[in-house]
Every structure is written in structure tokens, then in C-alpha cells.
């Protein structure tokens, strides 16, 4: 991988100065939004409109410690058993605890969730050892968006440019005698109306989401193609936990329908898998049966339907009456309804998907990265949360505690500035290759994408073998090759060549990371190593640059 910079000169471009810029209005950007306006001028920029993110189509809830029943303590550790060794348990403690508050906030600001007399209507979901997931019917996501999207909108110091498609990182690099260069970020360069502007700002927060998109089977809407993974690697930002991506048990398998989620909220309320035989199936591997972590049911669906010769397995939620259905599942009944299924009497054709990314920016509990004024939030960032596997609906939790973070400290940071960014600044240069100019166009792009998520998807998702990852690696690196020096920015502003060069950038970062951590844990699963080693992979694997990747201790 090469990620070169080049020096760039605002002046030639359309320039727009802020105290705070934040990268995306999913849940950990807005609520970072809104604690950084408490101090100072934000900026939020969004790659299309507001609403499109993988927080609105966010189904199940927000995992919260509230319950009568339930502590603080059970809900970290249900967290770092799903994690599997590899937590950042000071960074969950701060989830947990600084959760109840951010949940209360929330449904302070208006957030219409389900209550049961006085409390919250509390649901089960994989894994967990409570009831503790508040939600909105299957829309949890919808109705959080809405209230932090009404309350931004509302805020007088908080500016928003929707369609604004951040590119690169804007840095300043100081190398002074004797001491360790220094890398400072002042914004990013974006495409707004087909032309590249620089947007320089005192701190940036990334927010900017997950990858599911580099998966031909996903949940995850088209925004998500790692656009934020791949930027803050061109800066220099350290990557850690790449190799660890989720994938969900259950997407809907049907011909001519998105792969729409089917909420794990389902088997909470007692829907239970099937395979084309009409076999119940979980009990065979794992004492929880279908509530057994994500890993778990996704592997054996796989193994189900090779056993079967099968395309999908099937999801019975047919013992629950039609009014609970519809009122417990709303979003999931009218989908599916579109599509000629009555889930109260026939059952889900579903199979696994990508769903979530547990690795990402290298941050700590303050949410500041490598880089000197940038920080990240959300899917995007690793705080060592999730470990090796995520625990279900503890993401929005993650976004709102670490979001509300970030813009705090960023406000901070910016607060102390006291000079103006540079006039000459670096971003990273998304050209891949050395290689001579080709011509690229939209048939080579399309075609280059496709075969960036087969390559994944055979050998870098449920089940990984060190032959097959070679082979993707081999693969990947041909398609950057054939991808060519592209024009890159600010001379081009095409966002379908940009966003295809950050899907490559960052599936050799999975590629590569799943090939260097020779043992299974959590959501990395390796056919060659199926057992876990705590004895040599109690450990993170971290990319920064060009670097090999580095095995580095918890
Ligand atoms: P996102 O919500 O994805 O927001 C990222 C934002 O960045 C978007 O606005 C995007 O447009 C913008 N962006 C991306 N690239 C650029 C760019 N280049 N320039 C400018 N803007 C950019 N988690 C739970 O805890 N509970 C659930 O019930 C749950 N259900 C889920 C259901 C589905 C279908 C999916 C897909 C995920 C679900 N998750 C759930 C996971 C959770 O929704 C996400 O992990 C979380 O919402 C991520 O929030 P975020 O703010 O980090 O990113
Ligand atoms: C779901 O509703 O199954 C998704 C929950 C999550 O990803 O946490």
C-alpha cells in the first residue's frame, strides 16, 4: 500500500474556515455536534443528506444498564465476554457508566421510545445477560436521528452542508530537531457541487461510520464504504482491530429485495432458525441457541447451508400473534409485506451480512487520535470497546457516550489554538499506484468494486484461511494496480473513483490484518487456526503507513 502526500495550496480552491468540523451526522457525529456548539462554531458536513446513515436504519435499541434488575457491572462484563480478551475495559466502564446519562439525555430531548408503566420497555438481545435494550419498536435508529437532527437543526452556532463529500485530511507536518514529527490536522478537503473545496477547521472529529458496503451482503446503506477508515490512513492515523468485522446473523434473503436487516431483536422475542429441512439447528452449537453471540449463529447458518446446498435458512417468529408482530416489528412486517411475506405466518428466508466494524482510528478514552486537533467517534473510531466482537446495541451506546466526548474535547482543543491553520497544508494523495496514468471509467470503476467485494466476501468474511487471504491480497493489489495513478484530487472530484480507491485502501487493511493473526477470536474466524491463543494473541494488530502490520500489547 503507498500512501504518498502532496502539498496543496487552499488558495487555488474554494476554501471555508470553522472552529470545530465534524465528519458525518450519524449518531456520533450529531451528538458530537451538539456538545461542541456548547463552546464554539461547528461545522457538519455529510456525504448526502442528513438522515442517510447507518444510525437511522438502526433496528433493535441502545443497550443501557436502567433496568430494576440490572448493574453496571454485569452489562461490562456481558461486554467483555463478547469481546473475547480483547477489550479496553477502562474504555467499556466509561461506555456503561456515561451511558445511563447519555439514554436519560436522550429520551429528556424527546425521544419517544417504548415504556412499560414507569420504565422503559427493556428487550433481550444475543449475549446479553439482561433485558436491557430500550428501544422504538424496530425503528430505534429512526427516532434517535430524528431528535438529535431536530435539536441540531436548532442550534444557532452549528452550520450544516449536506452533500459534502470529504476526501482527505488536511496536515501540517512539523519535524523538529531531535524531537518526534509532529501531525496536525486542519480540516479536509471535500466535493461540494463537483468541485473540491477546502474546509480548514481548529479540530476535526471523524465520524463517519462503517464499511458494510465492501460486502456484497450487507445491512448497511450506500454511504458506507469506508471512506473515514481510509482517509485517516492516508493522514497517518494509526489502524487497529481492522481484521475484526461482524457479521449479523440474519439479513433477508429474498430475490429482488435489498439484504434488509432482520433485528436480532427477533430472537429475543423468541424467533427461532430453521434450515430448508425444517430442522431447528442452534442447540447443535451453542448452549444459548439462538441467542448465542453473532459469530456464532453466523457460522452456523453458514455451515447449515452448506450442509443443506441451500442459499438461506429461515427465521420462524410465527408462534407470536399477528398484533404483537405488528406492533413489535413494524418496519420488519411492512418490508417484508412489500415483498409478499406475512412474517405472522411464514417464515424469514434470511443469511448473514456485513454488518458492523469493531476496529478502525486508534483512539483513546478522549477520543484524540494519533493526530494532533483530530479526533473520531462512532464506528469509525476504535476505543477498544468492542474488542473482538461487538456486543448487540451497545454501538449507539458507543456513539452517543464517545460522541458527546469528542466534541467536548474538540471544542476544547480548538478553543486553544491560537493561530489560524497554515496557508500550506498536505492531504493525503487517494492516487494508488505509481503506475502510468490509464483511462478510468464508470464501467472499470463498477467492475473494480464488484471484484473488490467477491474477493472479500470468498475469502476475508465469515470463514478465512491463510490460502484464501493470500489470494485476495494477490487480488487487491492487482485491482490498485489496474485502478492505475488516477487523477487524483483536487484535480479530480469524482466521487465514484474516490470512494472505490478507499474501498481498496481499506480491504487490504482487512486483508492484511486477517492474514497476521493466526488464531480465532470473536468475529475472525481461520480455518487454519481455529482455536483462540492467549498466549500469543492476547494482542492488537495496528497499521499505520506503509508499514507491515504490527502485533502491539493490549
Ligand atoms: P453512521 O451512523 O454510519 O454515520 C456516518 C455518517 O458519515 C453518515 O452520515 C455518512 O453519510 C457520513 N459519511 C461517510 N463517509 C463520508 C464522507 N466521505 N464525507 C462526508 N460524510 C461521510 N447498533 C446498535 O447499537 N443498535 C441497533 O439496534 C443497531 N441496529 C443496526 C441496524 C442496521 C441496519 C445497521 C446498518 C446498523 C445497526 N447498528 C445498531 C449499528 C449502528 O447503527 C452503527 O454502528 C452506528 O449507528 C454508527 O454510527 P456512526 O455515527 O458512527 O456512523
Ligand atoms: C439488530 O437489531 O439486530 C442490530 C442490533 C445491533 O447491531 O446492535
Given at each position: 500500500m503507498e500512501n504518498p502526500t502532496s502539498a496543496v495550496n487552499p488558495e487555488r480552491h474554494s476554501s471555508w474556515d470553522t472552529d470545530v468540523l465534524i465528519i458525518g451526522s450519524g449518531a456520533a457525529g450529531l451528538r458530537a455536534a451538539l456538545a461542541a456548539s456548547e463552546h464554539t462554531n461547528v461545522t457538519l458536513i455529510t456525504k448526502t443528506t442528513l438522515t442517510e446513515s447507518n444510525t437511522h436504519y438502526a433496528q433493535g435499541g441502545i443497550a443501557v444498564a436502567?433496568?430494576?434488575?440490572?448493574t453496571i457491572a454485569l452489562h461490562i462484563k456481558d461486554t467483555c465476554a463478547a469481546g473475547v480478551g480483547l477489550c479496553d475495559v477502562k474504555a467499556v466502564e466509561m461506555m456503561v457508566s456515561e451511558g445511563i446519562p447519555r439514554v436519560a439525555e436522550l429520551l429528556d430531548w424527546g425521544a419517544n421510545f417504548d415504556w412499560e408503566g414507569t420504565l422503559p420497555r427493556f428487550t433481550q438481545e444475543a449475549a446479553h445477560s439482561r433485558r436491557r435494550i430500550v428501544h422504538k419498536g424496530d425503528a430505534t435508529g429512526r427516532e434517535t436521528t430524528d431528535v438529535l437532527i431536530q435539536r441540531v437543526l436548532n442550534t444557532e452556532n452549528i452550520h450544516v452542508l449536506q452533500n459534502t463529500f470529504a476526501i482527505d485530511l488536511l496536515t501540517d507536518v512539523e519535524n523538529p530537531k531531535g524531537h518526534e514529527e509532529t501531525v496536525t490536522c486542519y480540516g479536509v478537503t471535500a466535493v461540494v457541487d463537483e468541485q473540491v473545496v477546502y474546509i480548514r477547521a481548529r479540530a476535526t472529529i471523524l465520524a463517519t461510520g462503517g464499511l458494510g458496503r465492501l460486502y456484497p451482503c450487507t445491512s448497511n446503506p450506500k454511504v458506507a464504504t469506508g471512506d473515514g477508515f481510509a482517509a485517516a490512513w492516508r493522514a497517518g492515523c494509526e489502524m487497529v482491530d481492522m481484521e475484526f468485522v461482524q457479521f449479523h446473523p440474519t439479513t433477508l434473503y429474498l430475490d429482488g429485495a435489498p439484504n434488509f436487516l432482520i433485528s436480532e431483536a427477533v430472537r429475543g422475542e423468541g424467533g427461532k432458525l430453521v434450515n430448508i429441512r425444517g430442522e431447528r439447528f442452534m442447540e447443535k452449537y451453542h448452549e444459548?441457541?439462538?441467542?448465542?453471540?453473532r459469530d456464532v449463529v453466523s457460522r452456523a447458518i453458514q455451515i447449515e447451508m452448506e450442509l443443506t446446498g441451500f442459499p438461506c435458512v429461515y427465521l420462524d417468529i410465527t408462534h407470536e400473534p399477528a398484533e404483537f408482530i405488528l406492533e413489535r416489528f413494524p418496519t420488519i412486517s411492512d418490508t417484508t409485506q412489500h415483498y409478499g411475506l406475512d412474517i405472522s405466518i411464514d417464515l424469514i428466508p434470511v443469511r448473514p451480512g456485513a454488518h458492523f466494524m469493531m476496529g478502525g482510528i486508534r483512539t483513546n478514552t478522549n477520543t484524540e487520535t494519533n493526530l494532533k486537533g483530530l479526533y473520531a467517534c462512532g464506528e469509525v473510531a476504535c476505543t477498544g470497546v468492542h474488542g473482538a466482537n461487538r456486543l448487540a446495541s451497545n454501538s449507539l451506546l458507543e456513539c452517543l457516550v464517545y460522541g458527546a466526548r469528542a466534541g467536548t474535547n474538540a471544542a476544547t482543543f480548538a478553543a486553544l489554538q491560537l493561530s489560524h491553520p497554515p496557508d500550506m497544508l498536505s492531504a493525503g494523495n487517494i492516487g494508488t499506484s505509481q503506475t502510468p496514468h490509464i483511462e478510468v471509467d464508470l464501467v472499470t470503476i463498477e467492475a473494480i468494486r464488484d471484484a473488490i467485494r467477491e474477493t472479500l466476501w470468498e475469502n476475508v468474511s465469515i470463514e478465512r484461511n491463510g490460502e484464501g487471504l493470500e489470494q485476495t491480497l494477490a487480488e487487491l493489489q492487482d485491482l490498485t494496480t489496474d485502478l492505475?495513478?488516477?487523477?487524483?484530487?483536487p484535480e479530480s472530484s469524482d466521487i465514484a473513483i474516490i470512494e472505490t480507491i478507499n474501498m481498496l485502501n481499506v480491504a487490504l487493511m482487512i486483508t492484511e490484518s486477517a492474514l497476521t493473526r493466526t488464531e480465532s477470536r470473536g468475529a475472525h474466524y481461520r480455518a487454519d487456526f481455529p482455536m483462540s491463543d492467549?498466549?500469543?494473541?492476547h494482542r492488537r494488530i495496528l497499521i499505520k503507513n506503509d508499514n507491515p502490520p504490527e502485533v502491539i500489547p493490549l
Open positions: 436502567m433496568n430494576l434488575d440490572d444459548k441457541g439462538e441467542l448465542a453471540p492505475g495513478s488516477v487523477p487524483a484530487p492467549d498466549t500469543d494473541w
